[in-house]
């Protein structure tokens, strides 16, 4: 009978446990989240922090974003690198393009706002680093928002290059998108569409597709090897950064669970190369500005699995101090 008594007592304990309502969402607790994405953020991932400013529970548009827009596309655009033996930077200051070069051609990866910006940054940058446009075999789209397909059609028309995106976003750009601007090229027209875990290989090299919902419901994170000074090294790509749908709580726990989700990818994986979509938010234009300073030096682009893990990490917190703002909002 104790015993029997014994154990009601703990399933009575683990009722009462179960039924203790969650902490109320405070400031507090956006604050905290904030505190622990800053604390994670050091002095080298600083630029990852804005991310954690509070953003607007409507989906930005109007004539204010189009002004932005305008401002952005018009900045004058940073010198194209080499940032690895095989991988290139031919974007602007606010979006990035990257060519993956391989033994059977290239793989552009994202193609800019329009075909004005693709002609003059992708074509003329690569021609600058000698690469020849004409080996762009595959366009992979991070996702499917105008300042990364934008030029995609040019390119399409002028080398018969294949466009890759995942099913989801094809979808979006097909049907009804999210955001769209007169200084956007138009969608490229639905060719190959990846899912989560799909690969891509040229040649000697291999892309492997991370679909990562939340910036889009389709976003792709690729994942892929660079090489430097005879070292391999493992680069991923996220996809999509800032929260730019409003107050969207499914996304915002895709995105969450994205980040953590990436995280085991990363080390899975021996990530040591973390890179962005556009250079704001990985330190791109800096980063090459020091390999041209000292070509021989430690690539600063190779900075390790912990810098991958504290990235997404703090993604993962300035997510959650959205979310908790939303809900005291």
Not at 12 to 22: Q, S, V
Not at 24 to 43: F, I, K, S, Y
Not at 136 to 148: L, R
Request: proline letters at 6%; charged letters at 20%.
């Amino acid at each position: 009978m104790t015993t029997r008594l014994a154990w009601l007592a703990i399933a009575a304990a683990a009722l009462t446990a179960c039924a203790t309502p969650p902490a109320p969402v405070t400031q507090a607790t956006v604050d905290a989240h904030v505190a622990r994405a800053t604390t994670l953020a050091g002095e080298d991932l600083k630029y990852l922090l804005p991310v954690c400013r509070p953003q607007p529970a409507e989906r930005a548009g109007g004539s204010a974003v189009e002004q932005l827009l305008q401002r952005m596309i018009a900045a004058p655009a940073p010198e194209p690198g080499q940032a690895f033996d095989n991988l290139y930077f031919v974007g602007s200051g606010w979006v990035s393009a990257w060519v993956l070069k391989t033994s059977e051609g290239l793989i552009l990866i994202d193609a800019l706002n329009n075909p004005l910006e693709a002609r003059a940054l992708i074509e003329g940058g690569m021609r600058k680093l000698g690469l020849d446009p004409a080996q762009i075999k595959y366009v992979v789209v991070t996702h499917g928002h105008g300042d990364h397909y934008g030029g995609a059609p040019m390119l399409v028309e002028k080398y018969r290059s294949r466009v890759v995106a995942s099913a989801i976003d094809w979808h979006m750009m097909e049907t009804g998108l999210e955001f769209d601007s007169p200084q956007w090229g138009r969608p490229p027209r639905r060719d190959i569409a990846i899912k989560d875990g799909d690969t891509l290989t040229l040649g000697d090299s291999t892309i492997t597709f991370h679909v990562t919902p939340g910036h889009t419901l389709g976003t792709i994170s690729p994942v892929f090897d660079v090489k430097a000074g005879g070292r391999t090294h493992r680069a991923m790509i996220w996809g999509g950064t800032s929260f730019n749908f409003g107050r969207d709580m499914g996304r915002l726990d895709d995105y969450i669970a994205q980040t953590e989700r990436m995280r085991q990818v990363a080390a899975r994986r021996s990530v040591d190369v973390m890179l962005s979509n556009h250079p704001g938010y990985d330190g791109t234009v800096a980063k090459l500005a020091a390999l041209r300073a000292t070509p021989s030096g430690p690539n600063p682009f190779v900075t390790g699995g912990e810098v991958a893990d504290r990235s997404m990490r703090i993604l993962n917190e300035c997510a959650r101090a959205q979310k908790a703002r939303f809900q005291i909002s």
